[in-house]
């Protein structure tokens, strides 16, 4: 996990340690949310991985991290994250109702894409 470059970290810190309780959100870029800490956690699916992490991590709409996960990683949140991306058609993993997806997602919907969180974003 690395912290997002130009950024500076919304949390102040993101508790590594975290387990976030993930939703689904039924979005194609942004796929998983969590209420954490009264903060909303989303993630963006980097489309354009292995060149850029797999996901980047927001937190109330700002771009907190970027993040390559596995299930076995030795920090819980990383963890997490690399457990939904594992997970198989069947895996209950609850969705967010239709209008709170929603409403989470429009904070950062104007970053589909990777670098647009930096007034940039990568080639296509």
Request: charged share 20%; aromatic share 12%; glycine share 6%.
């Given at each position: 996990m690395t912290a997002?470059?130009?950024?500076?970290?919304?949390?102040g810190a993101?508790?590594?340690?975290?387990?976030?309780?993930?939703?689904?959100?039924?979005?194609?870029?942004?796929p998983?949310?969590?209420?954490?800490s009264g903060q909303w956690?989303?993630?963006?699916?980097?489309?354009?991985?292995?060149?850029?992490?797999?996901?980047?991590?927001f937190v109330d709409g700002l771009a907190a991290a970027d993040?390559?996960?596995?299930?076995?990683?030795p920090l819980p949140l990383v963890a997490s994250i690399g457990a939904l991306d594992?997970?198989?058609?069947?895996q209950a993993i609850p969705m967010l109702d239709e209008d709170t997806a929603a409403t989470v997602v429009s904070a950062v919907a104007g970053y589909a894409d990777y670098g647009r969180e930096h007034g940039t974003q990568s080639d296509d």
């Open positions: 997002n470059r130009d950024s500076p970290d919304p949390a993101i508790d590594t340690s975290a387990q976030p309780a993930w939703h689904r959100t039924g979005h194609k870029h942004f998983y949310a969590a209420h954490q956690w989303v993630l963006r699916r980097n489309f354009e991985f292995p060149e850029q992490d797999m996901f980047t991590l993040v390559t996960a596995g299930p076995n990683d594992a997970a198989r058609p069947g």
